[in-house]
């Protein structure tokens, strides 16, 4: 890309395309264009009309705030609106994350933006957290994945650390590889400089597991004893707005019986004055 200089539309048509690791011929293929009239928009000796404009970056799978970026170079107005989640139209959108996280419990669950920083989560969640060393690491913007590797964090606590520390890089780098987001790319950096040091957790014997190749669990040392979780993530389903096509639900999913008996004893406990959940955060500055 050019240097201090606004992108063009075939800027971003060539960015996009190369990040998807397509040729022009292929991309032609896919859109069903001729790889002529694609190399002349790319070049800028023709200008895409919005609705090929729209047709490529659905092809190419181009998350919405680009799009709008694309439109925008193009001269055209932006497709897609950017509400906080506190506007009254994302209603809707706040109850189905608040439903899908207490449904979960008694295992936790949380909901992240596109930088993985915390929205919300249900009160299971707080079972994870205790022990962390570091109380900034707590403070809004909470962002998750620097609370699990920080040394001061969640990393001492678990148990299978190396390996759940390669699969969040290893899932932060196809992120970046897939988004090109520079925020992204600069958490990678720092959390990949975190040493691993001394696992404190390693002080418990993890038993071995039966997952093989199937899932790289969580194993986290907790007062209840170790704990043991799949992880899945929920997106929104064709979303028009920005905001809900960026957030994600992380839920966790009891890896063995033992781990779901201790989850569900502490969730039939008698609430002790804690919160029920974390409510949907405000929407952070970019």
């Not at 669950?109 to 707590?138: C, E, F, Q, T, Y």
């Not at 932060?172 to 897939?178: G, K």
């Not at 790289?216 to 004893?225: I, R």
């Amino acid at each position: 890309m050019r240097a201090n200089t606004a992108l063009t539309t075939g800027d971003y048509l060539r960015t996009w395309r190369r990040r998807r690791r397509l040729s022009q011929l292929e991309l032609a293929l896919e859109a069903d264009i001729s790889q002529r009239h694609l190399s002349f928009l790319e070049s800028g000796r023709a200008i895409p009309s919005r609705e090929m404009l729209m047709h490529l970056a659905e092809r190419l799978d181009v998350p919405l705030r680009d799009r709008n970026a694309m439109l925008l170079a193009a001269g055209y107005a932006p497709a897609y609106a950017e509400r906080a989640l506190e506007d009254p139209s994302m209603a809707a959108a706040r109850q189905a994350i608040e439903m899908v996280l207490r449904g979960h419990e008694p295992f936790p669950a949380l909901s992240v933006d596109r930088h993985w920083n915390l929205i919300a989560a249900n009160k299971a969640v707080d079972m994870l957290l205790a022990g962390v060393k570091d109380p900034a690491l707590l403070e809004p913007p909470i962002n998750v994945l620097k609370l699990s590797l920080h040394p001061r964090g969640l990393a001492p606590r678990i148990a299978n650390l190396a390996e759940w520390r390669m699969h969040l890089l290893d899932r932060l780098r196809r992120q970046v590889a897939i988004t090109g987001d520079a925020v992204l790319a600069d958490q990678l950096r720092e959390l990949s400089s975190y040493p691993v040091g001394e696992n404190l957790a390693a002080l418990h014997a993890a038993p071995p597991t039966d997952h093989g190749d199937v899932f790289v669990p969580l194993q986290l040392v907790t007062e209840a004893g170790l704990l043991s979780f799949i992880s899945t993530t929920t997106v929104f389903g064709s979303p028009r707005d920005i905001t809900l096509s960026e957030l994600a639900v992380e839920a966790f999913f009891p890896a063995n019986a033992e781990t779901a008996e201790i989850l569900r004893q502490r969730g039939e406990q008698p609430a002790s004055g804690g919160r029920a959940s974390t409510p949907i955060a405000p929407r952070q500055q970019r």
